[in-house]
């Protein structure tokens, strides 16, 4: 689009907000241009704890309507995305000097009742005596409940919604920085940078600040205004080790502190150990694991598993900023995890919304509840929401389809080792036909870069999902920087910046 014909909405961020405004607003018939200054989920939406949840411990602090919709939103989501949500047990045991047993039962009896559970399994007692998931913890844990929640690939979460977002027409630019923002006449006038130091104009009648940590900056820097509210930034840090125990479920840990920690099963080999909640201060880009908080995840799981989890059994660690809605709460674990929406539309100018906190589990709503409150600036917005019952891309099958859809991928490709069509099938889902169209044998996918990673799925990561360097592959569109080696890191990263040389399927 020229300067001259103007996008409906503009929106600033590429995390899970933003692709999913873009997504609800596309599909809805609004001209749509994202902007991410990165790559898609570079920030705090690949940096989650990886679930879709109500948030147990959001009803000690009476936010029910938060859990509410987070609850609501777990099956919606599940059956959207059956290749990237699955469900998940969780485990967790009774502590003494803890929380008492009639909280944690009145707690998960609202957990069982609020949300319209209708798939996922209800709360049961467990004898950690007889049962599986005691015989990884210490003896001193007797007794505990088992309840449900959902597991997310948070970043492929954030892609595919932006992948969605364009085949409905979006316009989506990563690495492209927006350095101005300004009301004119026409409406904004939004000045960018995009990759080679190319720059650009184009009007939009509305727009979206859904920058997530930087959100005042964008406000204050970018386009000029005041900040409608104030944003706290709170680190989250998450450890993975090899395998801790053999079965399928996660644990919910209560520590002395208040806080929970999870420790979940992670990429097959592997159980993530998160979260922490402290204030953060820095830049959130430069976010990482302080050896505080490594300690303090590895004293926590220490106290329930029967072996120590010590600071040499880490093989990866990551960290986050959430940009909480400051509420005033005075500690970081404490401060809101629901959303505020606020909008700036002064008389005679073109609006701007701000995205103040959320969490990933309710983004779809947010999206909703931000078109919502643009109806009067934004006539797309009002023709009816949409996005509950239509499956992101690759989600087109049975919510218990998973290992049907993985069988037949087999059949077709007899070649394919199990993990690896596993693998495949709960990255692209349906749309793994798509990948290996035409592929007749392992020599058709091309060379092996490194663990199963092929040519021709780099190839499908660059043409269809916006992958330009290692990192986005290997941490964002998949998980595998956990079996690549160094060299074989930096190997990938000088294959990228050749010509695609092994051509993949279009969007078509």
């Known amino acids: 689009m020229s300067e001259e014909t103007a996008y409906d909405l503009a929106i600033i961020g590429g995390g899970v907000n933003g692709c999913g405004i873009a997504r609800d607003a596309a599909g809805r018939g ?3 241009i994202l902007f991410e200054q990165r790559d898609l989920a570079s920030g705090t ?4 704890t990886k679930l879709i949840h109500g948030g147990l411990r959001y009803l000690e602090h009476y936010e029910f309507r938060l859990v509410r919709e987070a609850l609501l939103e777990r099956e919606v989501l599940w059956r959207m995305a059956p290749h990237i949500i699955w469900p998940l047990r969780f485990v967790l045991p009774q502590t003494p000097g803890m929380r008492p047993g009639w909280m944690i039962r009145l707690g998960l009896f609202l957990y069982d009742h609020l949300g319209g559970r209708e798939l996922l399994p209800g709360t049961r007692s467990l004898n950690l005596a007889d049962d599986d998931a005691g015989a990884p913890l210490k003896s001193a844990f007797r007794r505990a409940f088992e309840y449900s929640d959902c597991w997310v690939e948070d970043a492929r979460l954030v892609v595919l919604n932006a992948r969605d977002a364009a085949e409905r027409g979006a316009d989506i630019r990563t690495r ?8 004119s ?3 904004w006038r939004i000045t960018y940078e995009g990759p080679g130091g190319r720059r650009g104009t184009v009007l939009a009648k509305t727009l979206v600040n859904a920058a997530g940590p930087w959100v005042n900056d964008v406000l204050t820097g970018v386009a000029h205004a005041r900040a409608p509210a104030t944003v706290r930034l709170v ?3 998450h450890i993975v ?5 053999a ?6 840990f209560q520590n002395r502190d208040g806080r929970i920690v999870f420790a979940i099963p992670y990429e097959r080999d592997f159980t993530l150990i998160g979260t922490t909640d402290r204030d953060y201060f820095g830049d959130p880009a430069k976010v990482e694991a302080s050896e505080e908080e490594i300690a303090y995840l590895c004293a926590a799981a220490s106290e329930y598993f029967r072996e120590p989890v010590r600071r040499e059994d880490i093989v990866w660690t990551y960290s986050g900023v959430r940009p909480l809605y400051d509420d005033g709460a005075s500690k970081a674990q404490e401060a809101t995890r629901d959303y505020v929406l606020a909008l700036d539309a002064p008389p005679g100018s073109p609006a701007l919304l701000s995205i103040f906190g959320g969490k990933i589990t309710t983004y779809r709503r947010l999206a909703e509840a931000a078109l919502d409150k643009l109806a009067d600036h934004l006539p797309a917005a009002r023709r009816p929401a949409w996005t509950a019952t239509a499956p992101l891309p690759g989600g087109d099958f049975p919510h218990d389809g998973f290992e049907a859809l993985v069988a037949a991928t087999r059949r077709e490709h007899p070649y394919l080792a199990p993990t690896h069509a596993a693998r495949l099938v709960r990255a692209y889902g349906t749309r793994v036909s798509r990948l290996l169209d035409g592929a007749r044998s392992a020599a058709d996918l091309g060379r092996v870069l490194g663990a199963d990673l092929t040519e021709r799925e780099v190839s499908y990561l660059k043409e269809q999902e916006w992958a330009l360097e290692a990192d986005d592959i290997l941490w964002r569109r998949s998980k595998l920087g956990l079996r690549f080696s160094p060299a074989q890191r930096a190997a990938l ?3 990228l910046r050749r010509p695609t040389s092994v051509a993949a399927p279009s969007a078509a």
Do not use: C, M, N, W
């Open 30 to 32: 609004a001209s749509v």
């Open 45 to 48: 939406s690949s940096a989650s």
């Open 176 to 183: 492209t920085k927006v350095t101005s923002a300004a009301r």
């Open 185 to 187: 006449p026409k409406g």
């Open 235 to 237: 680190q989250g840090s």
């Open 241 to 245: 080790v090899r395998r801790l125990f």
């Open 247 to 252: 079965h399928e479920r996660a644990y919910i």
């Open 493 to 495: 990263d000088d294959y």
